[in-house]
């Protein structure tokens, strides 16, 4: 079980990176994948002893949730 929600989310994070490249490779052809949504977080702490800083940037266009979808799919018909 646990194997399987990890395999998964793999899938999942496979499915969206390709997703997200196929979208910008193919964003000066079709004017639809110009549009992506762009979600940052940047969370900090600053201790005596220790300071970090972190920016995640997570974006995303319409072939994101293609390939997530299809990942899933596929992941669905490995099973």
Same mark, same amino acid.
């Given at each position: 079980? =646990?194997?399987?929600?990890? =395999?998964?989310? #793999?899938?999942?994070?496979? #499915?969206?990176?390709? #997703?997200?490249?196929?979208?910008?490779?193919?964003?000066?052809?079709?004017? *639809? *994948?110009?549009?992506?949504?762009?979600?940052?977080?940047?969370?900090?702490?600053?201790?005596?002893?220790?300071?970090?800083?972190?920016?995640? +940037?997570?974006?995303?266009?319409?072939? +994101?949730?293609? #390939?997530?979808?299809?990942?899933?799919? *596929?992941?669905?018909?490995?099973?």
């Amino acid at each position: 079980m =646990r194997n399987s929600i990890w =395999r998964t989310a #793999g899938f999942l994070f496979a #499915g969206a990176v390709l #997703g997200t490249l196929a979208g910008q490779l193919l964003a000066p052809q079709v004017p *639809l *994948l110009r549009h992506q949504t762009q979600l940052q977080w940047n969370p900090s702490a600053d201790w005596a002893v220790l300071r970090f800083s972190l920016n995640v +940037t997570l974006r995303v266009n319409w072939l +994101t949730l293609v #390939g997530v979808v299809a990942a899933y799919l *596929l992941r669905r018909r490995i099973k």
